[in-house]
């Protein structure tokens, strides 16, 4: 019997749909409440306000060269641990998903410790302490989240990869290296970009370990979500919301976009 049918004989299907219908009020409020603020002033402050260019640039370039790396970080480490097993798997799989489920202020301050200038990279590497409260320490915030979650994505996705391609690419000549590039990321393009999409959309919404690592200074380190803050800290909401609009119409692009992809996977 089909789900439809049994909502109108179930009671507890019928009661189900409060909490529902709940939720769903709270985040369509809470968007239209935001975009009700959309008038002609705001829209003329969104698209031509200095500060929300330099918020929205500093957004867009550190986030993109965060996903960069976190790809160039991710994908071949979840690639190594979907086929071999490694030395105490499940206490590296527990420090891997930490930046997913820390607060992200704890995420930052424990960045902060790691590279300040008494911080235990600092001692390996004398100056790296400078990438703090500069536009590096952004990235650094942004790739750290962004490669948790795409990590834990790509490598779902190369554990259910079919073991019969890989080995047929194995019987053909092909190394392991050669059957990732040729083989593996070829097939799996559509679900890794979709990976891709969830982690960049978190760096550009990146707040707590961004304000921990880079500070929260205008025109220097602004981001988007620094913006908000640092408007609303000061009173003016105008451009506060306009960064939120921004964000806004960012995050519904990258929403339309993984649904796209993920209608043709």
């Given at each position: 019997?089909?789900?439809?049918?049994?909502?109108?004989?179930?009671?507890?299907?019928?009661?189900?749909?409060?909490?529902?219908?709940?939720?769903?009020?709270?985040?369509?409020?809470?968007?239209?409440?935001?975009?009700?603020?959309?008038?002609f002033h705001f829209f003329k402050k969104?698209?031509?306000?200095?500060?929300?260019?330099?918020?929205?640039?500093?957004?867009?370039?550190?986030?993109?060269?965060?996903?960069?790396?976190?790809?160039?970080?991710?994908?071949?480490?979840?690639?190594?641990?979907?086929?071999?097993?490694?030395?105490?798997?499940?206490?590296?799989?527990?420090?891997?998903?930490?930046?997913?489920?820390?607060?992200?202020?704890?995420?930052?301050?424990?960045?902060?410790l790691l590279f300040n200038s008494q911080?235990?990279?600092?001692?390996?590497?004398?100056?790296?302490?400078?990438?703090?409260?500069?536009?590096?320490?952004?990235?650094?915030?942004?790739?750290?989240?962004?490669?948790?979650i795409l990590l834990r994505n790509a490598?779902?996705?190369?554990?259910?990869?079919?073991?019969?391609?890989?080995?047929?690419?194995?019987?053909?000549?092909?190394?392991?290296?050669?059957?990732?590039?040729?083989?593996?990321?070829?097939?799996?393009?559509?679900?890794?970009?979709?990976?891709?999409?969830?982690?960049?959309?978190?760096?550009?919404?990146?707040?707590?370990?961004?304000?921990?690592?880079?500070?929260?200074?205008?025109?220097?380190?602004?981001?988007?979500?620094?913006?908000?803050?640092?408007?609303?800290?000061?009173?003016?909401?105008?451009?506060?919301?306009?960064?939120?609009?921004?964000?806004?119409?960012?995050?519904?692009?990258?929403?339309?976009?993984?649904?796209?992809?993920?209608?043709?996977?």
């Open positions: 019997m089909k789900a439809s049918s049994l909502l109108n004989k179930s009671l507890s299907l019928k009661l189900a749909l409060i909490p529902l219908v709940m939720l769903l009020c709270v985040v369509v409020g809470a968007v239209l409440s935001l975009t009700a603020q959309l008038d969104a698209l031509f306000d200095a500060e929300l260019h330099f918020a929205l640039g500093m957004s867009l370039g550190t986030s993109l060269i965060s996903l960069l790396l976190a790809l160039c970080i991710a994908i071949p480490s979840a690639w190594l641990m979907s086929q071999v097993r490694l030395p105490l798997q499940k206490f590296i799989d527990t420090f891997l998903d930490l930046p997913m489920v820390l607060p992200p202020l704890v995420t930052g301050l424990s960045l902060l911080g235990i990279l600092s001692q390996l590497i004398p100056g790296i302490s400078k990438w703090i409260f500069s536009p590096i320490g952004i990235v650094v915030a942004q790739t750290y989240i962004a490669s948790s490598r779902g996705i190369f554990t259910s990869f079919d073991q019969g391609y890989r080995l047929a690419a194995y019987n053909l000549g092909l190394s392991p290296f050669r059957t990732l590039f040729k083989v593996e990321l070829l097939m799996c393009w559509k679900p890794l970009l979709g990976g891709a999409i969830l982690a960049w959309s978190r760096a550009i919404g990146e707040f707590g370990a961004t304000l921990m690592l880079a500070g929260a200074t205008r025109f220097k380190t602004e981001t988007l979500p620094m913006a908000v803050y640092l408007n609303i800290s000061s009173g003016d909401f105008e451009i506060a919301i306009g960064a939120a609009l921004w964000l806004l119409f960012i995050a519904a692009c990258l929403l339309f976009l993984l649904r796209v992809l993920n209608r043709n996977v």
